[in-house]
């Protein structure tokens, strides 16, 4: 004890050694309220598709029931999910792939090359972010129906895409605006064209990026409910698809609720697969 | 194998000018140096000569073809970066086999030739790394390898050893001399380390301002030295000024007066003398000062003296190591002195 005052250092007090030691665990209690909190929704939906239809409008919300499988069966047996979640693949995927097709080499030549009218023609591409969608539906939906993309895949595939490509264009521009120069130069040196350093380093590298794009682009579309409700009929994505639950009379919580957890399930899966891929890209790194 | 020519190259932007009027020939086999501090335009003119960066006037040719308007990929020059340009996602392996499958190179080929490369630079147990897993020494040597494997007409290197510690950047120096001589392919060498400049160049060309200053051997360019930014630029201690006004062979400074030199020239002057050929004279010494400060650097003892207002160094005897203050005189190698033009800085020449 002694030694310790003459060297200044004194032990930690009493109460200075407890709080030291609730510390982590303080933390640890934080973040799982955080976690409840955001996981409650998710919680609430799933056994929500478990519930009858009385329990699931039961005034007092009802934590303890009897649940049961019918809403699955029922939303099954119909095939109707299917056939939403077969147009929004098909339209999520679509508009991801025309995206990035549009946007990456677009944002590849906004960041490297230097021509009249560059910085005005990323403004003029962000733009289009400027109005609420909703002052564009009107016009679409005329243009729509006059040119037949009025309920095809196709129509919405570009309306999600007019919509999502400024995005994909400038954070795509950004991600390659940080790659080192270098780079594409060594492959110049190497004896590559611009398009061959573009593809085989420019490209890989910028996978993470381009991943981390990918998943929004696609969340995007997949959630995408006002256009694809408008511009299409009988095409019928998933949130649009959701809706038709929603009745005049009454909403069937539990076919509505089974529904939107079959149909979570490919979304989980989708951002869990690039979401590897996000961090084996993100590892590759070390430029230098 | 190549020779390049340079004809009165120049390279603006709006405004500036960062290469002005540069004419060069590099011989065939030769390693040339480009040497200067930063901003002098050297890096630029090795652009120039890659085909990174198009000139604005004069021409490039290479082995007599003229290549201004030919992409770098055409030139069949490789390039060794400062920061090495190395591919995250490709291993040692296919770094080394890029340049060749873009020439489309036979795959069966493909693999003798990469392990000829890999171990001309000692990575054979290295091949299957990315560059994250490399040092900075490996990931030096992956970039030349990646050069050296397509045996191309001409090397150009962009400070290739500064960013290496400086006990690697002494032995890559040797290696890349080595390899050099091996190789026998022509070398253009970018660097503002006049060590690296003076020990692998077969000629240096001292830039300053986007102008060459003096192109020659490393001999010349320290011993010979064309003005006064050579003069100072090259050698470590820097070399000796003293400022006065030369006549009739005799150097009026405002602290002594010197004798014994060319009578033919004369204006003021400035007297450059390198730290090795001032010597410690106690009878008929040329300057007389007082001793500043004595450094022991290991090999050597310098000796700053101060003479008036201004410093002397010299290299001195290390088993007479002086007191500080004490007063002391010096003696100046006539032969190896040399006289600048105080206003225009160019080398005043005595006619032989």
Redesign the interface.
Known sequence: MSNAEQGGLKPPSRSTRIGRMLQPWIRRLALWLFALWCLFPIYWLLTMSLKRQVDAISRKPKFIFQPIWDNYLNVLASGEVWLFFQNSLIVALGTTALSLLLGVPTAYVLARYRFAGNADFGFWILTTRMTPPVAMLIPFFVVYIRSGLFDSHLGLILAHTAITLSIVVWLMKGFFEDLPLELEEAALMDGATHFQAFRQICLPVALPGIAAVAILTFLFSWNEFLFSLVLADRIQTVPVGLYNFVGYQQIRWGELTASAVIMLLPVLLFVFIFQRQLVRGLTLGAIK | MAEIQLRNIEKRWGQFTAVRDLSLTVENREFIVLLGPSGCGKTTTMRMI???EPVTSGDIFIDGTRVNDM???DRD???V?????????MTVREHIA??LR??KVPEPELGNRISAAADKVHLQDFLDR???ALSGGQRQRVALA?AIV?TPNLF?MDEPLS?LDAILRVSMRAELKHLHRELGTTTVYVTHDQIEAMTMATRVVVMNNGAVEQIGAPEDIYGDPENLFVATFIGSPPINQIRGRLAGGVFQASQASLGGFAKDISGDAVLGVRPDNVSIADRDADLKGTVFAVEYTGSDLLIVVEVGSERVTLVGDMSKRPRIDQAIGLKIDRRRAFFFDAKTHARMRAAL
């Open positions: 890659a085909g990174l992409p770098a990929r020059i490789a390039m970066f400062q920061n090495y340009g190395l591919y995250p996602h890029y340049p873009l020439r990315r560059p994250r990646r397509r150009l960013n």
